[in-house]
């Protein structure tokens, strides 16, 4: 019973602490190259790197990031 608890203790923290290093953000511009670049800014700001999870291109950008520390 108490290795039980041990794990699902260590994995409610795995999943927390994985909670508080990534982070969503979204950009929208006209071209890729200004989604990316605000992308990018916001990743400088925050002191992290991103990695861009999703990009549509319909009348105008909109960009998806997840930001990792």
């Not at 916001?42 to 909109?62: F, L, P």
Request: no cysteine.
């Amino acid at each position: 019973m108490k290795s039980i608890k041990t794990f699902v203790a260590v994995a409610a923290l795995s999943v927390m602490s994985f909670g508080a290093f990534a982070q969503s953000v979204t950009a929208t511009a006209s071209t890729l190259d200004g989604a990316e670049a605000q992308i990018a800014a916001q990743a400088k700001q925050a002191g992290a790197s991103y990695r861009i999870t999703e990009a549509n291109v319909n009348n105008g950008v909109h960009m998806t990031a997840e930001l990792t520390k």
